[in-house]
């Protein structure tokens, strides 16, 4: 499981800093997704090129989870660092980050879910791919018709 690191010495001067593994094609799927949702209030870098300017986050947690850094030096590692991105944008109105911080429960299974999803990266890529396409810029419906054609060959079968 990753570490929860709270806050760093390093902040960022400007906007906060979304990090993420830049050799995972399914952390840069989302990222790109992020991207159009977020633009430019946050910025976005690898642990690769990032790592060294946090020399108190360790370069493991760095592998294990994204991290958002804010320029006050608080860190969001892991599935709150992707829901406090979503609140530096003006399309996304539910605020996840809210429940992770509020619910025990939600934030259980955010943080037990991102971890299988972090440990099985090259699956989850794969089924993002199958499930939305794959270009992150132009989302298709693919798992809605997986649904419906289920849904329709039961009917067929049980009819």
Same mark, same amino acid.
């Given at each position: 499981?990753? =570490?929860? *690191? ?6 960022? %001067? ?13 952390? $840069? +799927? ?8 977020? $633009? ?8 690769? %090129? ?10 493991? %947690? ?7 850094? %804010? ?11 992707? +829901?406090?991105?979503?609140? +530096? ?8 980050? $809210? ?7 939600? =934030? ?5 879910? +991102? ?13 993002? $791919? ?16 997986? *649904? ?10 049980? =009819?």
């Amino acid at each position: 499981m990753f =570490q929860k *690191i709270k806050k760093t010495s390093f902040p960022p %001067e400007n906007k906060p800093i979304l990090i993420w593994d830049g050799t995972c094609g399914f952390c $840069k +799927y989302w990222v790109t997704r992020w991207k159009l949702k977020i $633009k430019d209030a946050i910025a976005y870098k690898t642990y690769q %090129e990032a790592h060294k300017t946090f020399p108190d986050i360790p370069l493991k %947690e760095f592998k294990k989870a994204s991290r958002l850094i %804010e320029p006050d030096g608080s860190v969001y590692s892991g599935p709150d660092s992707a +829901y406090r991105c979503y609140t +530096y944008s003006d399309s996304f109105k539910i605020n996840m980050h $809210k429940w992770y911080i509020n619910s025990r429960s939600f =934030q259980y299974l955010s943080d037990h879910g +991102y971890n299988i999803i972090a440990k099985n990266r090259s699956l989850m890529f794969k089924l993002t $791919k199958l499930l939305f396409g794959s270009d992150p810029t132009h989302f298709k419906p693919y798992w809605l018709y997986y *649904i419906l054609t289920i849904i329709l060959l039961v009917f067929i079968i049980f =009819q």
